[in-house]
DNA sequence: TATTTTCGCTAACAACTGTTAGTAAACAAT
DNA sequence: ATTGTTTACTAACAGTTGTTAGCGAAAATA
């Protein structure tokens, strides 16, 4: 059994419904039409996959992961809040700014998942989201951030975060370490105690 | 002709479409169930509207026309690039929060409106945005805040704004005034000069 | 080489999609 | 009272939806 090759069709499908989804948005996009940008008929999909719903579970899970994995990496590395939340955002947007179709049907699609994947996906979701909220908790504990309501301090760096796959551009003028960069000295000064 | 009645009822369907698109995303609601939560037949739509995208384009452009609106009568009370820029997103913040359901359609469902009206839809989002654009720019060139990208610190400023509607309760904590003034410091504290 | 598994195809299904035609009742205007 | 208009209905359309069944060729395993 070559699970080389396996694999390889149904990465390939998934890399193709990224990319048509985020185009046209997971409802608008059929089993057919994805077919034929695979070179496929609709009905060998399901010899790689049992739905249509499990490749947007498989899309948004990969991401999911993607993210926890690379802020894994992050977290340990450094001790003051405010580094360690840059650090947090470099890696959030690394991830994004590497997979911006995923990106988008993740950010955008995954409310298409129903029961009871949907609610594992929010609850992956609410676990990132904690963490990120800890280390702003600690920072103002901390004294180093200003004493702000944390939750509406963690949605507004997320929304700033999480719109970056919409306009981020490979050949544009900033790179993803960049746009890091001045996400973080934006937010933090905004943060930060002066 | 009792205008008055025809208006009504185009009103309570622009109304529950806002709602159910919100809930479930345009294309995951049909018009027979939007006929449903109406309380008629999915033909007698057909009366009201000429066709399904038409109600989604009533909803997009009269939140475009509540964001100009209530842009408008602030941008000439103040002359400070800051106290304007503070203004203006107590503006936008206003209209997202009384408007949370016509804001997610606006937000996220104008993507399935169709040429040529997508255009016209985009050219009128591209003039917003610019009338921000101008206040920063003018901000930077006197100095008062630090000399970033515009179309990056612009991106970044509606970023956090535009995700107001997803967990603005009215319920919560906080008014949309008090919205507003923490997104103001956060953001102004994190582009002024210091 | 023989056998099993993988993966593609065609054909078809039942349900659902937005929308139109035709019609009748309710309503407003004359 | 008699128009004309608005608004709802039923029935039906043509097309699309995700998905399954059954089959054959190719590929992997033995």
Redesign the pocket.
């Known amino acids: 059994?070559?699970?080389?090759?396996?694999?390889?069709?149904?990465d390939q499908i998934t890399l193709i419904a990224q990319n048509k989804f985020r185009e046209k948005g997971y409802?608008?996009?059929?089993?057919?039409?994805?077919?034929d940008h695979?070179?496929?008929?609709?009905?060998?999909?399901?010899?790689?996959?049992?739905?249509?719903?499990?490749?947007l579970k498989e899309i948004c899970f990969r991401m999911a992961d993607e993210f926890f994995n690379s802020l894994e990496k992050v977290t340990h590395d450094e001790k003051l809040p405010d580094k360690i939340l840059e650090k947090a955002i470099q890696s959030h947007i690394k991830v994004i700014t590497s997979n911006t179709d995923a990106s988008a049907v993740f950010f955008l699609d995954w409310r298409y998942l129903s029961e009871p994947v949907l609610s594992e996906f929010l609850e992956l979701r609410r676990k990132y989201e904690n963490i990120f909220r800890k280390i702003i908790k600690e920072g103002m504990d901390k004294g180093i951030f200003e004493k702000l309501d944390e939750t509406f301090t963690v949605l507004t760096i997320f929304s700033s975060l999480n719109w970056v796959y919409e306009w981020y551009d490979p050949k544009g003028k900033f790179t993803p370490d960049q746009i890091a960069e001045n996400l973080s000295k934006l937010i933090l000064d905004g943060m930060r105690k002066q």
Do not use: P, Q, W
């Not at 059994?1 to 149904?10: H, L, P, V």
């Not at 409802?27 to 077919?35: F, H, T």
């Open positions: 059994m070559s699970k080389d090759k396996t694999i390889k069709r149904k409802r608008a996009v059929s089993m057919r039409e994805l077919a695979v070179g496929i008929e609709a009905a060998s999909f399901y010899n790689h996959f049992n739905s249509k719903e499990s490749i």
